[in-house]
């Protein structure tokens, strides 16, 4: 008799018993979803203004005006007393 697989001596079909299920780690499936998002960025802005004092030069001459006699003699009316 030639082989026959999964028969018996019987020549009934061999059937294996049902075998309990084998649970392997769960295979993880990431999915990123993008969506667009409003982020408002706020720039402080401190405005400044600074004052500076420059100084614009202002000439003012002042004048003094004085009689010198030059010679040898003296002035005529010098040390000469007015009546009134």
Sequence with gaps: MA???NQTSQG???QCPPADPIMTS?????RD??????????HPIQIVNR???VPVYEHVCTYEETDEYCGTHPHPHQG????K
């Design 3 to 5: 082989y026959q697989p």
């Design 26 to 30: 769960p295979e993880r499936i990431v």
């Design 80 to 83: 000469m007393l007015r009546d």
């Design 33 to 42: 979803f993008y969506h667009p998002q409003k982020v408002q960025v706020i």
């Design 51 to 53: 004052h500076h004092c």
């Design 12 to 14: 009934k079909q061999f």
